[in-house]
Structures are given as structure tokens and as C-alpha cells.
């Protein structure tokens, strides 16, 4: 494709604001409209409203046509992600309708999807490309109107009344104001306070919410309050059944700025003419425009045209780039919960496939598995931790990548989230039905609650979350030096022989010497011998604990003990927390718990042969920090905590180092032990 051509538009779904979209690209510099995919392609009006566009059947045959360069998502919010996907999978550049996804969760996936492909990924806020928002950061950054202090933004309207059929009281639509317009007014404040601090957008580090749930349970009016760094104060609202006023308003020292409609420009979906009055602290009103008479849609055509004919991935500023993008949909997802809406079809009951539509994949092999004596299946070779998540919609995406890779080991506690880790790893091995090629870990009597009767109590509500009868492992989460061992290893010995723990149980955060005197009182009465300890394990050593009553097995004496027991180590902190990223280093001392945890220059010689060997492999120190824990002479297994995809992925590059026991030694030990 040359700077010469045209981008050749697919339009993926009928409806108004695809027939606006087209008028868009008949009027752009950059675009020309080539076919439209449409779920019924006999309905009658379409070659009228989409003049010159092929019209084909399904939205599988656009992605599938090659004449189409770039596809415009205009089906309702609960289909973006899933053919964002299907579109980048298909090599084709994605302009999607707002809102980008229904949550950060699945934008993330969404971008990472793209970032693969090599394609293009931009959130259709039209306003954005607009001349007048260009003009309205300028005011701002003049200081026309001195500081910002405040802004007032609303996006409301009143349909006819309840209409339990259209989608935006559907709730199975993901309708409601919030979704629909919300994004407008919280994208435009963050745009706001980011002129006003000098930056592309600013997030706040507040977010207050509420809204009013009508009988479909969407969102029929919504406000939020966000606070910025700096003082910044923002008031936002939405509504689908109720008018508001829609005017932006922006309140400075020295004024004030209004902007009326500023989505439309203050015109229609053809033309905005622009209006900004600008209100003088004496009173006087001084009304600018951009005049601009150019179709307001043909502005982010262009401008995604732009970005695809250039090889860029995403729109250029003011566009809504990726982490902008992410950052209006990290305030929605709050204002969402403040307000107790979760959509129906976000929940385990009717979210039965992956994120891209299709059924979970089985039989992974990117993450190799092993056996472990003692449990009875295989187990992968990393420990999947999920604890930020806090939603069936949200954790399934990073469950489902991980399982489709060949992961099955996954990480629990009972204190995790207050529970929500276990009753999401239930709901989701429920949902998928993979319990039976799963590995579950378990967690409990943690402190202060550290007794041998809290172990089954505790257990049995984790079954009970987990929606099983049995975990594979256990882990004391903490232990009581103060509780006679024997007492321990009795409580968790009756959980195995009730079948409720079918594999190992052991300590976590156990020093050697009470982990030697449990294995020796289960040999002397008969019991079953702890078979497995989950102690901080990474190339760099632990200094000073990162919680109360952690331990760490990485010193020699340790790494001895466990070698000659040949105990499984499911090691958390694996990779040292960001000791091995950008985040430390020598000069960099702003970090509290990597300089107290963690700095030491013996640590650092480490670091720096992690560093040295990550770039003869052409990988990262980090990985080289997670190939070393997955070679050592005894099983260990690396408790890994991705939050995203592109997270989970990286991770995953480990798997690719073979370290020989000479590469161990020497990045643990340093010159004396220089590799061959």
C-alpha cells in the first residue's frame, strides 16, 4: 500500500451511525467505501443508504474479503471485542465505534490482538478529530481563562419512554447511559485536565460514582465525580431517560469556558460548525468558531486513514490512542461498579465462550507441563495468580489464554480478594468445564487466624467458592511457631484422608527447621508427610520480608535443603517483584519496598549477569530472572501474576531459555563460577 492509495473500508453492521460513518468516508481525503457486511443482506434500503458498497453476507465474509483494507465495528458494544479480534486475526486495520469494549479488561485484549497482527486499533470518539477540540486545548493551554479548577460535562437525553426492545435498555445489549454517552463527557474531562497539566490526558486518582438502575438493570442516569492530580475537579452525568442541559463547561480563575454539544461540534452528524464562548472574568462573552462545513465523520476517517498509510498502530494525538483509550474505559469500569451494574451477559451463565466467540481451546502446548510425585496429574510448569480481577468477564480472559497455552496450575488463597480469587476460579472451571485437567492450589489459616481448626473450616468454604469437592495442594498460607507442628500435620492429614486435599499439602511462608519437624512427625505417627513448600523463591534474595511473616528460600542453605529433599518449591515473587526491570537499579531509590527488599550489591551483581546473559539471548533480564527459577535441581515451580495478555505472553518467552546447571551457578554466584 502506497501514500497514493486509498484505504478500501468494510463496514461491519448496519444502522445509523454506519450510514453516518459512510458519509464520512465519501467525503474523505483517505477512504473509499468498499463493502458493507451485514447479518441480513436482503433487508431492503441497504445499496440506497451504503451507495457503492458491495453488500455480503455475515460479517465473516468481510473479514474474509480482500478488496477490504480497514473495518468499521458499528454493531452494539457487546460485539466489539469479539470481531476487533476476529478482525486483527484476519490481517485487517479496526476503527470500532465507542466504547472501545465494555471494560479496560477487554480493550486490553482488543490492542493486544492488534499489537500481534501489526494492525491498526482506534476508538471511534469522532469529537476527537474534530478541528474544534484542537482549538479548545489551545484555549485551555493559553490561559485564557487562568487555572482549571473545574469541569462540568454532561451527555443526556430522554427516549419516548421504557422500550424494553431497544438496545439501549436492553440488557443484554450493554445499554444504558454509561456505555453509550458516558464515555464522552469522562474522555473530554481527561483530555481537559491533561492541557491543563501540559499532557496528552491526565487520569484522576479519584473516581465517585452512582446511578440510577431502572427495570431492565442498565443505567437510565448516571454522575460521577473524578479528582485530578493537581485539584482538578470533574462532574460528569449521562442519561437515557432523562434531558440535561449538555453543555461543557470548564471553570477557571479567570473565567470560564462553555462549549454546547461539543460531540457534534454544536451541529448534527453531517456538519458542526464549532462553538466555544469564552466567558471573561467581567462578564464578557466572546463566542469562537472553527466554521469548519467539512462532514465532522470524514475528520477520523482521515485521521485513521493517516495512521494506516503511515504503519502506525494507533491514532495520533488528540485521537484516542491505546492508553487513552484504556483510561476512559479504567473510569467507566469504576462508575460501573460504584453503581452495581454488571450486565447479564457479562456473567458466567451467559459468557461460555472466550472472548473472540469461539469455544476454549484444549490441548495447549506452549506451556510445557511435568509431573510432580504426588499429585495426580501433570501440572504445567508455571502457577497462574489472578487477584486484580474482579469480575467473571474481566479474570476469564487471562484464565482462558493461560489454559489455551497448555497452563492448568492455578493459584489460590483463602484470604485472596476476600475470597473472590476462589469463587472465580470456580465459576470459571465450572463455566468451561475443565476441573478435571486443572491443578487447583489452595491457601489458609492465614494470621491472625493461624490455628489447625481453621484449616478444614476454611477449606470447606474454599470448596465451596471453588465449586469442587477437593483442591490438589494446600498450603498453610502462614504458620504458628507457638501451635505444636504435629497439631498442623494431624488437621491437614484429616483433609487428605476425606479426599478433600488429593495430592500435596505443605507450608507456605514455613521456615526448614518447622518443615523438618512436620515430615518427621508424620513418619513417626503414621501420617502423611507435608510434600511441598510455597516459600518466595527468585534469583534475587529476599533482604527483609515484603509482608509480616514471609519467608524466602533463595539462600545457599535453603537451596541445599531443598535439593537433597527433592521438595516441590511453588515459588511466589518468582521474579523478584521489578527488581529485574527499568523499575530498580544502583540510582534508583524512590521505590520503597524494592530498595528495602531487595537492594543489596550482591543482588545487584546478579541483576547485572541477568542483564548481560538477557542480552546475548536476545531476551529480557526478567526473563533470564524466571528461566533460573525454572532450573533449579529440585521441582520448581514459578507462581507467575500477569494482569494482561501482552503480560502473561512476555512471561512466557522464559519458557524458551535452557540454563545449564554452569549458567545457574554462575548468575547466582558471579565470575568465580563464569560460564563456559
Not at 45 to 50: D, I, N, P, V, Y
Not at 88 to 115: I, S
Not at 168 to 187: E, F, H, K, Q, R
Not at 251 to 272: M, N, Q
Request: hydrophobic share 40%; proline share 5%; charged share 25%.
Amino acid at each position: 500500500m502506497t501514500s497514493k492509495q486509498k484505504i478500501r473500508w468494510g463496514i461491519l453492521g448496519p444502522g445509523s451511525i454506519a450510514k453516518s460513518f459512510a458519509g464520512g468516508v465519501a467525503r474523505s481525503r483517505t477512504g473509499t467505501l468498499e463493502a458493507l457486511g451485514a447479518r441480513n443482506p436482503g433487508k431492503p434500503g441497504l445499496a440506497e443508504t451504503f451507495p457503492g458498497a458491495r453488500i455480503l453476507d455475515g460479517y465473516e465474509a468481510l473479514l474474509a474479503d480482500s478488496q477490504v483494507d480497514a473495518v468499521y465495528i458499528a454493531i452494539p458494544h457487546p460485539g466489539h471485542a469479539e470481531w476487533a479480534i476476529k478482525a486483527a486475526e484476519a490481517g485487517k486495520h479496526v476503527l470500532c465505534e465507542k466504547p472501545l469494549a465494555l471494560t479496560a479488561f477487554e480493550a486490553d485484549a482488543m490492542m493486544h490482538a492488534a499489537r500481534k497482527a501489526g494492525t491498526f486499533l482506534g476508538e471511534a470518539f469522532m469529537y476527537r478529530l474534530h478541528p474544534q477540540t484542537l482549538r479548545l486545548v489551545e484555549l485551555i493551554k493559553s490561559g485564557v481563562i487562568g487555572d482549571i479548577c473545574m469541569v462540568k460535562s454532561s451527555f443526556g437525553f430522554a427516549m419516548p419512554g421504557f422500550m424494553p426492545e431497544h438496545r439501549l435498555y436492553a440488557n443484554d445489549l450493554a445499554g444504558g447511559g454509561i456505555l453509550d454517552v458516558g464515555g464522552y463527557p469522562v474522555s473530554m474531562v481527561r483530555l481537559i485536565a491533561g492541557a491543563a497539566a501540559g499532557q496528552p490526558f491526565l487520569e484522576p486518582d479519584k473516581v465517585v460514582g452512582a446511578g440510577h438502575l431502572g427495570q431492565s438493570g442498565v443505567d437510565e442516569w448516571a454522575s460521577a465525580l473524578l479528582h485530578f492530580p493537581g485539584g482538578i475537579v470533574a462532574e460528569v452525568s449521562c442519561s437515557i431517560s432523562l434531558n440535561q442541559d449538555n453543555v461543557l463547561r470548564i471553570l477557571g480563575t479567570k473565567g470560564s469556558i462553555e462549549v454546547p454539544d461539543f460531540w457534534f461540534a454544536g451541529g448534527d452528524r453531517d456538519v458542526g460548525l464549532g462553538r466555544i464562548d469564552v466567558i471573561r472574568g467581567g462578564g464578557t462573552r466572546e463566542t469562537i468558531s472553527v466554521n469548519e462545513t467539512r462532514h465532522v465523520y470524514s475528520f477520523e476517517v482521515d485521521a485513521a486513514g493517516e495512521a494506516i498509510l503511515a504503519g502506525r498502530q494507533e491514532f495520533a494525538w488528540p485521537g484516542m490512542s491505546w492508553a487513552d483509550s484504556l483510561g476512559t474505559l479504567r473510569v467507566l469500569d469504576k462508575w460501573r461498579a460504584a453503581a452495581g451494574l454488571e450486565y447479564d451477559i457479562e456473567k458466567p451463565a451467559k459468557r461460555v465462550n472466550t472472548l473472540s466467540g469461539r469455544p476454549l481451546r484444549i490441548g495447549g502446548s506452549a506451556i510445557g507441563k511435568r509431573d510432580i510425585p504426588g499429585l495426580p496429574r501433570a501440572a504445567s510448569r508455571l502457577a497462574l495468580g489472578f487477584e486484580d480481577f474482579r469480575t467473571f468477564s474481566s479474570g476469564s480472559i487471562l484464565l482462558d489464554a493461560f489454559f489455551e497455552a497448555g497452563g492448568n496450575l492455578f493459584d489460590t488463597g483463602y484470604v485472596y480478594g476476600g475470597g473472590y480469587t476462589e469463587t472465580l476460579l470456580g465459576q470459571w472451571l465450572t463455566n468451561r468445564g475443565v476441573r478435571e485437567q486443572s491443578v487447583i492450589i489452595a491457601k489458609g489459616a492465614h494470621s491472625p487466624l493461624c490455628y489447625p481448626d481453621m484449616i478444614g473450616k476454611q477449606l470447606a468454604q474454599s470448596l465451596d467458592r471453588l465449586q469442587t469437592d477437593h483442591v490438589d495442594i494446600y498450603f498453610m498460607h502462614r504458620d504458628n511457631p507457638d501451635v505444636p507442628v504435629g497439631e498442623f500435620v494431624d488437621a491437614m492429614d484429616r483433609e487428605a484422608k476425606a479426599g478433600r486435599i488429593r495430592g500435596l499439602f505443605g507450608g507456605s511462608n514455613w521456615t526448614m527447621e518447622r518443615m523438618d519437624a512436620a515430615i518427621a512427625y508424620a513418619q513417626k505417627n503414621g501420617k502423611q508427610k507435608p510434600g511441598a513448600l510455597s516459600n518466595n523463591f527468585s534469583l534475587a534474595e529476599m533482604l527483609e520480608p515484603i509482608w509480616a511473616g514471609c519467608i524466602t528460600s533463595s539462600t545457599d542453605d535453603w537451596k541445599a535443603w531443598l535439593t537433597k529433599r527433592q521438595m516441590p518449591n511453588f515459588a511466589w515473587s518468582s521474579q523478584g517483584r521489578g527488581f529485574f526491570t527499568d523499575r530498580a537499579g544502583r540510582d534508583k531509590q524512590d521505590n520503597e519496598e524494592l530498595v528495602r527488599v531487595w537492594y543489596s550489591e550482591k543482588n545487584f551483581g546478579r541483576r547485572d549477569r541477568a542483564i548481560e546473559l538477557a542480552s546475548r539471548l536476545g531476551k529480557s533480564p526478567i526473563h533470564v530472572a524466571l528461566a533460573y527459577v525454572l532450573a533449579q535441581p529440585f521441582p520448581s515451580v514459578p507462581l507467575i501474576g500477569p494482569r494482561t495478555l501482552d503480560e502473561l505472553e512476555d512471561s512466557l518467552k522464559a519458557l524458551d531459555i535452557a540454563l545449564s546447571p554452569e549458567d545457574v551457578a554462575w548468575l547466582d554466584e558471579g565470575p568465580e563460577r563464569r560460564r563456559a
